[in-house]
């Protein structure tokens, strides 16, 4: 069982930037694949960020284009979404997700493929 706080949300205006963390319990945190989703009201869930076990790949959202960074310290048990450039249309709640996966160089990208989910954090951007 694993357990996913986010935390790092809030308002900024758009422009600026955000740091989303997410913190898992257990001691198997570097076997599952991590990810980023987010979900505006009215719309269906969507993946912003993947990032498989060892951190060494990773893969974004068409919509990111350069402005957000996934990463991750697998000695913290933490992944974190370094958010920068902010538009209005990136309000959403943003959940992290992890995956188990026996393979370290794996990221998953159908939100079915992840086991657990934290609350969500809200990232509201506006003027």
């Known amino acids: 069982q694993v357990q996913l706080v986010e935390s790092g949300g809030g308002l900024v205006q758009p422009g600026g930037s955000l740091r989303l963390s997410c913190v898992a319990s257990?001691?198997?945190?570097?076997?599952?694949?991590m990810s980023w989703f987010r979900q505006a009201p009215g719309k269906e869930r969507e993946l912003v960020a993947a990032?498989?076990?060892?951190?060494?790949?990773?893969y974004y959202g068409n919509f990111v284009k350069g402005r957000f960074t996934i990463s991750r310290d697998n000695a913290k048990n933490t992944v974190t979404l370094q958010m920068t450039r902010l538009k209005p249309e990136d309000t959403a709640v943003y959940s992290c997700?992890?995956?188990?996966?026996?393979?370290?160089?794996?990221?998953?990208?159908?939100?079915?493929?992840?086991?657990?989910w934290g609350q969500g954090t809200q990232v509201t951007v506006s003027s």
């Open positions: 257990g001691d198997t945190f570097s076997m599952h694949a």
């Open positions: 997700a992890a995956g188990y996966s026996m393979y370290s160089d794996r990221y998953y990208l159908p939100d079915t493929a992840y086991d657990y």
């Open positions: 990032i498989s076990g060892n951190g060494y790949n990773t």
